[in-house]
């Protein structure tokens, strides 16, 4: 998933043990294993629910067990039955446990027999965690309803009974029916000229862990972007799309150059609706990405290299629980920043990087002291304590030193091997530190002690000499702000004609919270912030704004925040306004225009932050 900066899912923020059995899964994979799901959904957009009918195939590990125990979370299950090579199907018995309001319903089905195959039906819930239901008018075009799939971390039991646990891989094949006029497309391979005749079918041969397991289907439209890659989004936003992510076939062969070949076939991206709350989902073979990346001038394409990436760190290679989330992330994010140097230079690489450094040195010193560990202790962490930017950018932080410590192809030979060793695995912290201590750290003596490895994964804060890359540019700007904002040097002088967005990103984050009034109107008589569609420029322009007491950037504010569901990009705008009860009724007058147009974690988010600044007006 792209940064948790765009706040993350509840589960992801709990780190847990690497025991065989994930203590966010019900299941028991050391008795059984799922190693194959046949699928079949019908989509009811009236009633918002899939029909359903999963077919689990069975790898019997303990030959006492006789009972499969699943995840599932608010299905209404009408039968279970096992069914046997010829195809015969026979009743079994079930219990549907109470639901917890975590880990949802336990469902243990008595398996005396240990069939090859079982076979539930059911529907889901209008209100599935893991399943997005948007009217018309949540969607870009407003012509067509829209449903999307978020699994990460355990909400794929919420659509499908299955062992929802990262630890636990299987294939899928899926039968999927929807209205005409309605694409579908699924975290498989998709056909990009598949007519729109309400049938579609997938299959994915490789195994997945099931929170990849994704299904998305709407008025959605394809543009070709390479022989392996394709656009799908709304039609009125398909050719932005499809301009912005043109450089797909040569991101995936310069990931391919350093990593080794792409293994999952087609690589296909998917806009979402501009209510979708996130950044950006890495779904096999169709990544889910926020509209918010759509700017015109492809700076902020990061988000596609770093779902690409996760094709090899994440899909190929898998957390096996999330306590070893930074398994996932924090190497995606190195990879994601070779990718972006590669094609667009070290300059966006290095400031995109400080840009993630800067926010975790702010953040890390507040954080509980286990919170501050790549891989956690077990158990003494509960869903507070954001793991978030230490997964991503500690992690990354991590690879970069060892690659400055053993050289770049040394490393990146390193980092190839161990793709190719756990491929289509899932593997715990300590599984990847076995092989780096033979395979980079003993092979290439007195470049690395252990003692330092082992500080960087189960230390807190950050090694005192952790590198920090170089930005000549972002020390300039540090330079010019402090002038400007000393009265030294007029707005109009600021060196700013140039600046890409990570560098307007790193000159605002560098303002003062509460900006003297008269020193932001300089700026936008001479720059022109107000109203810009660079959503990762504006959200940061508004909140100084604001904070400063500048009125007429409000009505721009209130486009910005009704124009965009990101969490990331909404919430500091809302917050900024709350602070005083003038603003406080101006963000609410906006959010009742908005919030048809917002996800339910959106509107969520946002009332939970109306109800405590009304506190704190009193």
Request: aromatic residues 10%.
């Given at each position: 998933?792209?940064?948790?900066?765009?706040?993350?899912?509840?589960?992801?923020?709990?780190?847990?043990?690497?025991?065989?059995?994930?203590?966010?899964?019900?299941?028991?994979?050391?008795?059984?294993?799922?190693?194959?799901?046949?699928?079949?959904?019908?989509?009811?957009?009236?009633?918002?629910?899939?029909?359903?009918?999963?077919?689990?195939?069975?790898?019997?590990?303990?030959?006492?067990?006789?009972?499969?125990?699943?995840?599932?979370?608010?299905?209404?299950?009408?039968?279970?039955?096992?069914?046997?090579?010829?195809?015969?199907?026979?009743?079994?018995?079930?219990?549907?446990?109470?639901?917890?309001?975590?880990?949802?319903?336990?469902?243990?089905?008595?398996?005396?027999?240990?069939?090859?195959?079982?076979?539930?039906?059911?529907?889901?819930?209008?209100?599935?965690?893991?399943?997005?239901?948007?009217?018309?008018?949540?969607?870009?075009?407003?012509?067509?309803?829209?449903?999307?799939?978020?699994?990460?971390?355990?909400?794929?039991?919420?659509?499908?009974?299955l062992q929802d646990s990262p630890a636990i891989r299987f294939t899928y094949d899926a039968h999927v029916t929807a209205p005409q006029d309605t694409r579908v497309a699924m975290s498989a391979p998709n056909d990009p000229?598949?007519?729109?005749?309400?049938?579609?079918?997938?299959?994915?041969?490789?195994?997945?862990?099931?929170?990849?397991?994704?299904?998305?289907?709407?008025?959605?439209?394809?543009?070709?972007?390479?022989?392996?890659?394709?656009?799908?989004?709304?039609?009125?936003?398909?050719?932005?799309?499809?301009?912005?992510?043109?450089?797909?076939?040569?991101?995936?062969?310069?990931?391919?150059?350093?990593?080794?070949?792409?293994?999952?076939?087609?690589?296909?991206?998917?806009?979402?609706?501009?209510?979708?709350?996130?950044?950006?989902?890495?779904?096999?073979?169709?990544?889910?990405?926020?509209?918010?990346?759509?700017?015109?001038?492809?700076?902020?394409?990061?988000?596609?290299?770093?779902?690409?990436?996760?094709?090899?760190?994440?899909?190929?290679?898998?957390?096996?629980?999330?306590?070893?989330i930074w398994l996932n992330e924090g190497v995606t994010t190195y990879v994601q920043g070779r990718i972006t140097e590669a094609l667009y230079g070290k300059r966006q690489a290095d400031e995109e990087a400080l840009l993630?450094?800067?926010?975790?040195?702010?953040?890390?010193?507040?954080?509980?002291?286990?919170?501050?560990?790549?891989?956690?202790?077990?158990?003494?962490?509960?869903?507070?304590?954001?793991?978030?930017?230490?997964?991503?950018?500690?992690?990354?932080?991590?690879?970069?030193?060892?690659?400055?410590?053993?050289?770049?192809?040394?490393?990146?030979?390193?980092?190839?091997?161990?793709?190719?060793?756990?491929?289509?695995?899932?593997?715990?912290?300590?599984?990847?530190?076995?092989?780096?201590?033979?395979?980079?750290?003993?092979?290439?003596?007195?470049?690395?002690?252990?003692?330092?490895?082992?500080?960087?994964?189960?230390?807190?804060?950050?090694?005192?000499?952790?590198?920090?890359?170089?930005?000549?540019?972002?020390?300039?700007?540090?330079?010019?702000?402090?002038?400007?904002?000393?009265?030294?040097?007029?707005?109009?002088?600021?060196?700013?004609?140039?600046?890409?967005?990570?560098?307007?990103?790193?000159?605002?984050?560098?303002?003062?919270?509460?900006?003297?009034?008269?020193?932001?109107?300089?700026?936008?008589?001479?720059?022109?912030?107000?109203?810009?569609?660079?959503?990762?420029?504006?959200?940061?322009?508004?909140?100084?704004?604001?904070?400063?007491?500048?009125?007429?950037?409000?009505?721009?504010?209130?486009?910005?925040?009704?124009?965009?569901?990101?969490?990331?990009?909404?919430?500091?705008?809302?917050?900024?306004?709350?602070?005083?009860?003038?603003?406080?009724?101006?963000?609410?007058?906006?959010?009742?225009k908005a919030k048809d147009g917002y996800h339910p974690l959106t509107q969520q988010a946002v009332e939970a932050l109306f109800a405590k600044a009304k506190a704190g007006h009193h």
């Amino acid at each position: 998933m792209f940064p948790l900066r765009t706040l993350a899912l509840g589960a992801l923020l709990l780190p847990v043990a690497a025991f065989a059995n994930d203590p966010y899964s019900y299941a028991q994979p050391d008795e059984v294993r799922v190693s194959h799901l046949d699928l079949q959904l019908k989509l009811d957009f009236a009633q918002r629910q899939l029909d359903g009918q999963a077919t689990l195939t069975l790898d019997w590990k303990d030959p006492k067990a006789t009972n499969l125990v699943l995840d599932t979370r608010d299905l209404n299950i009408s039968s279970v039955e096992s069914v046997d090579a010829s195809g015969k199907t026979t009743a079994l018995k079930y219990v549907l446990g109470a639901r917890d309001k975590q880990l949802g319903s336990k469902l243990t089905i008595q398996t005396l027999q240990r069939p090859h195959e079982v076979r539930i039906v059911y529907t889901t819930s209008p209100a599935a965690s893991g399943l997005q239901w948007l009217p018309p008018a949540q969607t870009a075009d407003k012509k067509q309803p829209f449903m999307f799939s978020q699994s990460e971390s355990i909400h794929a039991r919420s659509w499908v009974p299955l062992q929802d646990s990262p630890a636990i891989r299987f294939t899928y094949d899926a039968h999927v029916t929807a209205p005409q006029d309605t694409r579908v497309a699924m975290s498989a391979p998709n056909d990009p000229k598949h007519p729109l005749n309400g049938d579609f079918s997938f299959n994915q041969t490789h195994p997945i862990p099931s929170y990849l397991l994704a299904i998305a289907a709407g008025g959605l439209d394809v543009r070709e972007t390479g022989p392996r890659s394709a656009v799908y989004a709304e039609p009125s936003v398909v050719g932005k799309a499809a301009h912005e992510f043109e450089d797909t076939e040569k991101m995936i062969e310069t990931a391919e150059k350093l990593y080794g070949p792409y293994r999952w076939g087609r690589y296909d991206i998917l806009v979402l609706p501009p209510s979708f709350p996130y950044g950006g989902m890495e779904n096999p073979n169709m990544t889910f990405a926020t509209p918010t990346v759509l700017v015109g001038d492809k700076s902020l394409v990061s988000l596609v290299a770093h779902e690409l990436a996760h094709s090899w760190s994440g899909n190929l290679v898998t957390a096996a629980s999330w306590r070893d989330i930074w398994l996932n992330e924090g190497v995606t994010t190195y990879v994601q920043g070779r990718i972006t140097e590669a094609l667009y230079g070290k300059r966006q690489a290095d400031e995109e990087a400080l840009l993630d450094i800067h926010t975790l040195q702010k953040e890390i010193g507040s954080m509980p002291a286990n919170s501050q560990r790549l891989a956690p202790k077990p158990g003494a962490v509960d869903a507070d304590d954001s793991l978030s930017d230490v997964a991503y950018t500690k992690g990354s932080w991590f690879l970069r030193t060892l690659e400055q410590r053993f050289g770049r192809d040394t490393f990146d030979n390193y980092l190839k091997s161990y793709f190719n060793h756990f491929a289509f695995q899932s593997i715990t912290t300590e599984q990847m530190l076995s092989f780096l201590k033979p395979n980079l750290i003993d092979k290439y003596p007195g470049k690395m002690s252990w003692a330092e490895v082992q500080d960087w994964v189960y230390g807190t804060g950050i090694p005192k000499n952790a590198p920090i890359p170089d930005s000549p540019r972002f020390d300039n700007i540090d330079k010019e702000r402090s002038a400007f904002l000393a009265g030294t040097l007029t707005a109009g002088k600021l060196d700013a004609k140039d600046w890409n967005t990570q560098e307007w990103m790193y000159f605002l984050n560098g303002l003062p919270d509460v900006p003297p009034l008269d020193k932001i109107q300089a700026i936008d008589a001479a720059w022109h912030l107000t109203g810009t569609p660079n959503a990762e420029i504006g959200m940061r322009w508004y909140v100084h704004a604001v904070a400063a007491g500048d009125k007429a950037v409000w009505p721009a504010a209130a486009e910005h925040m009704t124009r965009i569901g990101r969490l990331y990009l909404t919430m500091p705008v809302y917050a900024a306004l709350s602070k005083t009860p003038e603003g406080l009724a101006y963000a609410e007058q906006v959010y009742a225009k908005a919030k048809d147009g917002y996800h339910p974690l959106t509107q969520q988010a946002v009332e939970a932050l109306f109800a405590k600044a009304k506190a704190g007006h009193h």
